[in-house]
């Protein structure tokens, strides 16, 4: 035990804002279970490690990183996407490379996790001695945080294996979600990243069932959660939502101005041949009309997407396809991943698996020719005032903030260098004035908002 007695668990965390947002939940219940919690081995009585298996990389990444807790500390307990994940003969990929760690759990698996501890490193005597905030222990800076409104997915996508990982879509109960958002924002935060697998189709396993928040009915629904979420008056983001009719519904709220403008919606191909053998959710909805309609309710509505290039059997004119789509949906924001081939995702057994030169050579062109659309759509924006909120200030650089079309992480951001003076959190109004292939550039204007 360490030195003062107090237990020490080293945390390790990898994988995306999902797997984020599971360490944050056992982070929370180490602390008020009275463990300290550390970020390296050093001093550590054991070290959990949040691990990732979505492709190869992923899984090298998580089994090195267990590697090295095991040799640094020698007691490990291995949680996350990687733990759940079998081989052919279903044996645990973590224990047959590791099999000297103590506990190996899937995702979504703090009481798992916590039992696991508890066998290893006993409970500290008085749980109360290190209370824990009540909005909990969170991995994002103080003025953004996630927030996850379901786990699992009802798909198949045939290049994913999340359902096999995570499960069928689990709803969080309504209440649960807005008692959580409230006590973020009582504690700070300025914006909610809305996460899940699947956004759109919350509620659905529950059937949108009626819930009820401080005595009001609500129901178990995207739109009703949009609308309760808007009354906290901070910026509400939307993430991985998919194109079924029913998000149309929710765009005249992003042009009242109730949550942010901004859809994050992963379209992975515009070819229907390719999105059904991917067997892509809402895969026959004519998304380019869906988008013009989008942008008709709500002009200024930034959208975000993925897309795989080099998919098996996707030819050359089916590629062009995807490059003329992207002509014409504008979008503003594109990420392109080479088809890479998940060990268990049926996608491999498709025929006209392409080569890996393909692959990237195809992603290459892709982000080439987005790159000009994502400019022009920037550059549409000089000139004009809009309202930013301050993740950094830089001394070189200024103030360092993001637009309402800007996700922490996975955007851009609005760089104002004269905004030395601004405060990290807040919004402000800026003026831009000039822009490159991913960031603003502005001038404050000096009101803060
Ligand atoms: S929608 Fe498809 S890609 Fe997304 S988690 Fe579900 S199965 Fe995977």
Sequence with gaps: MSKNSVPRVGFVSLGC???????????????????EVASQYDGADLVVVNTCGFIDAAVEESL???????????????????????DGDGRGIVEQVHPKVLAVTGPHATEEVMTAVHQYLPKPHDPFTDLVPPQGVRLTPDHYAYLKISEGCNHRCSFCIIPSLRGDLVSRPIHDVLR?????????????????????????????????VEGRPVKTKLYDLCREL?????????????????????????????????????????????????????????????????????????????????FPGETEAEFEELLQFLDEAKLDRVGAFAYSPVEGATANELPGALPDEVREERKR??????EDISTQRLEEKIGREIVVIVDQIDPEEGAICRSEGDAPEIDGLVIVPEGGE?????FYQVRVTDCDVHDLYAEPVWAEE
């Design 17 to 35: 804002p999902k797997a984020a947002s599971d360490a944050e939940s056992i982070l929370t219940r180490l602390r008020a279970e009275g463990y």
């Design 64 to 86: 090195d990183a267990i590697g090295e807790a095991l040799a640094e500390n020698g007691k490990v307990i291995v949680t996350g996407c990687l733990g759940a994940k079998k």
């Design 180 to 212: 959580e958002a409230e006590t973020l924002v009582n504690a700070g935060v300025n914006e909610l990243l809305v996460i899940s697998q699947d956004t759109s189709a919350y509620g659905v396993d529950v059937k949108y069932r009626t819930g009820f």
């Design 230 to 310: 808007s009354q906290l008056d901070v910026w509400v983001r939307l993430h991985y939502v998919y194109p079924y009719p029913s998000v149309d519904d929710i765009i005249p709220l992003m042009a009242d101005g109730l949550i942010l403008p901004y859809l994050d919606v992963p379209f992975q191909h515009a070819n229907p041949r390719i999105l059904k053998a991917m067997k892509r959710p809402a895969n026959a909805e004519n998304n380019l009309e869906r988008i013009r309609r989008w942008r008709e309710i709500c002009p200024d509505i930034t959208i975000r997407s993925t897309f795989i290039t080099g």
């Design 365 to 370: 062109r892709l982000m080439e020719f987005q």
């Design 422 to 426: 601004m405060e990290v959190g807040k």
